[in-house]
């Protein structure tokens, strides 16, 4: 057996934060499903099978605060960025410090402040988990470049850790960084050629990808298949 089929498949764990909170109360937990996770992932990880990252989203941590202050996606925020390079618009000065720019701050501090109250329990939550204690070891992708968060991640792994990863507020440039996005970075890093080695599992609270939110719109259609594009993956999107 070669060395490349020794080497264990690494599977991300993405759950949203509406699974793990109740959304619709600012910061309140989902006790349940909470244990629940932290549960399953601890018997996963006592079987040494596999790897896992677990990244996890925001829910009622983090977006109260990312509404009140208008911080948008960063996905938003980048596509913005190319239509004004295709208008060949010329990117603005930096600008002086106004009432914007410190509402934009205030909101960025207390939006990152929220969703790590929510990493937190979760760490805390792994690392009582039984049947086996989880080694869970917490990172904030703000601080990361896409290719330094991988490496970081990487060796973490390496050194027998679960990586624990938050949707976070970006700084370069300023949006939410969302666990999708997040997911896709490490599941097309470089250093992961041999996709096959990648399972990415997407926990949330609906069963599947639907064409629309189905606790909203009833016409929502499950997806049986999403096509991820050039463009698209290269961006972390995709076209359903």
């Given at each position: 057996?070669?060395d ?5 498949t690494?599977i991300?764990l993405?759950?949203g ?36 990252v ?24 980048l596509l913005?960025q ?11 000065e ?28 979760l ?7 039984a ?5 869970a ?8 470049t ?10 973490c ?20 960084l ?13 250093e ?11 926990l ?20 049986r ?14 076209s359903?």
């Amino acid at each position: 057996m070669s060395d490349e089929r020794k080497q264990p498949t690494v599977i991300i764990l993405k759950i949203g934060g509406s699974s793990l909170t109740v959304k619709s109360q600012l910061e309140t937990l989902n006790e349940s499903i909470l244990n629940w996770f932290t549960s399953t992932v601890s018997t996963a990880v006592a079987t040494r099978y596999h790897q896992y990252v677990i990244i996890h989203g925001a829910g009622s941590f983090g977006h109260f605060h990312a509404k009140k202050y208008h911080l948008r996606s960063i996905d938003d925020v980048l596509l913005e960025q190319r239509k004004q390079q295709q208008q060949q618009q010329t990117p603005s000065e930096t600008a002086p410090v106004d009432d914007n720019t410190r509402l934009l701050a205030e909101g960025i501090s207390l939006t990152r402040r929220s969703v790590q109250k929510l990493h937190s329990h979760l760490l805390t939550s792994l690392s009582s988990a039984a049947p086996a204690t989880v080694p869970a070891i917490g990172i904030s992708p703000a601080s990361h470049t896409r290719e330094s968060l991988q490496n970081h991640v990487t060796d973490c792994r390496r050194a027998g850790l679960t990586p624990v990863i938050h949707g976070d507020v970006y700084l370069n440039p300023v949006g939410i960084l969302g666990g999708d996005r997040i997911a896709a970075w490490l599941a097309t890093g470089e250093e992961e050629v041999t996709r096959r080695r990648w399972r990415v599992v997407f926990l949330t609270d609906v069963e599947g990808v639907f064409t629309a939110d189905p606790k909203l719109d009833e016409g929502a259609e499950l997806l049986r298949s999403i096509e991820v594009g050039e463009e698209e993956e290269e961006d972390g999107g995709c076209s359903c």
